[in-house]
Structures are given as structure tokens and as C-alpha cells.
């Protein structure tokens, strides 16, 4: 799949702020700062498309990316960032439940992890929710850069057996630095939006 036109479509922070219900979504799941906006530059070939940010809990909005005219790609909210005050995370919960209950056309959400460490407590809960929701199997394992290709493939084991993934699940790795990961995501999502 090549991407050639991707604009921000709505910054939600309620549900009636949405976009018209009426295209698929892929969502992107993940802890604050794992690299979800950079994934979606990545993707998308735009260097500034999704805010990118040193200082982590920057996306606190539901972001809707409309691609090529055809779908949608959904900058989800990061967790697990321990300096947001506990409104902020009652509502980020909310958030997402009012996003995965309601939303019609939403088909994946692609869970990301840092491909360097053990998934997260929070990691595992989000997996497991969206397993409840039927929107799991695709995780992205970000910062690929950081390790070594001999490395990867232990990285790899661990996240699948952390996660409890099974033999289709898929786990692949990305780098936003080195600009690789993307095809095989792209070549995922689809496969997801053709089914
Ligand atoms: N080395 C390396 N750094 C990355 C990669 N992807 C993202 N980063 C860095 O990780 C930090 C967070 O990236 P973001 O894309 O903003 O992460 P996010 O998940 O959108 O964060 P929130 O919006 O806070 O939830 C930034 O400093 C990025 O430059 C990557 O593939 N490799
Ligand atoms: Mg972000």
C-alpha cells in the first residue's frame, strides 16, 4: 500500500467531536513515548504529520489521520505516563472505552511496545483489552534502532510470551530512525482493510 495523502482530520477529546463513523480505522495503542506519533510519520512518509515530543503524555487527544481519502489511522492517547494527575487518568480510560464501544467502523488496534523491554503491567492490560474488545493481534515493536538484529529475535520471544500472543499474531519490528518496519506494518493494515 503506498500512502499518498494523509491529513488530520479531528483532534477529539469527546465522542461528539469524532469524525463521521463512516470509513475504517486502525487504531495505535501504546504507553506514552513508545512512539506512536513517529510511527504514524513513518507511515505516512511526513516528517511532522503527528506531533513528536521529548516529554512524554503528549497526546492526550483521540487523533483521526483520514488516508488516502479510503480509511482512517487513530492516534490513541499514550498511558502509563506518571505524571498526569489522577482526573487525567480516569478520563484517559473514558476516553478509550467510549472510542472501542462506539465506534462502528474500528477493525485493528495495533498495540505498540518498545521492542527493548519486558512488556509493562499496563502493556499486558491494554493487550488483554483489547482482546476483549476482538481488536488485538498486530503489535508493533518499536525503536527497533535500538537493538541489535541478533537481539530482535529474543526481544521478540519475550514480548510474545508476555503478551500470551498466539502463532497468528503478528509482532513486527519498526524503526521511525532507520525507517524500517514500515512496509510490512503497511502490508498488515491491508490485508486488515481488504477482509
Ligand atoms: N531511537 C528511536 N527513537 C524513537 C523512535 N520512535 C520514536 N522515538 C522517540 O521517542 C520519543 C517519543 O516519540 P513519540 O512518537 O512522540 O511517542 P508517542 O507514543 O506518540 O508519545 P505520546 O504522544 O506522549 O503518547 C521521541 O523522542 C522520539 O524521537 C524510533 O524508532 N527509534
Ligand atoms: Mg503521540
Not at 59 to 74: G, K, P
Not at 87 to 112: A, C, H, P
Not at 160 to 181: H, M, N
Request: glycine share 6%.
Amino acid at each position: 500500500m503506498i500512502i499518498k495523502k494523509a491529513e488530520l482530520e479531528a483532534v477529539t477529546a469527546r465522542s461528539d467531536q469524532y469524525p463521521e463513523d463512516n470509513l475504517k480505522e486502525i487504531a495505535f495503542a501504546g504507553r506514552s513515548n513508545v512512539g506512536k506519533s513517529s510511527l504514524l510519520n513513518l507511515l505516512t512518509n511526513r516528517k511532522k504529520l503527528a506531533k513528536v515530543s521529548g516529554s512524554p503524555g503528549k497526546t492526550r487527544t483521540i487523533n483521526f489521520y483520514r488516508i488516502n481519502d479510503a480509511f482512517r489511522i487513530v492516534d490513541l492517547p499514550g498511558y502509563g505516563y506518571a505524571k498526569v494527575s489522577k482526573s487525567i487518568s480516569e478520563s484517559w480510560g473514558d476516553m478509550m472505552e467510549t472510542y472501542f464501544e462506539n465506534r462502528n467502523g474500528l477493525i485493528k488496534v495495533v498495540q505498540l511496545v518498545d521492542i527493548r523491554h519486558v512488556p509493562t503491567r499496563q502493556d499486558i492490560e491494554m493487550y488483554e483489552y483489547l482482546r476483549h474488545y476482538g481488536l488485538d493481534g498486530i503489535v508493533a515493536a518499536t525503536k527497533a534502532d535500538k537493538v541489535s538484529r541478533n537481539e530482535m529475535q529474543k526481544c521478540v520471544r519475550v514480548i510474545r510470551t508476555a503478551l500470551r500472543l498466539s502463532q497468528e499474531d503478528q509482532v513486527i519490528p519498526v524503526s521511525a530512525l532507520k525507517k524500517s518496519g514500515h512496509e510490512e506494518l503497511l502490508a498488515a493494515m491491508e490485508a486488515l482493510l481488504e477482509e
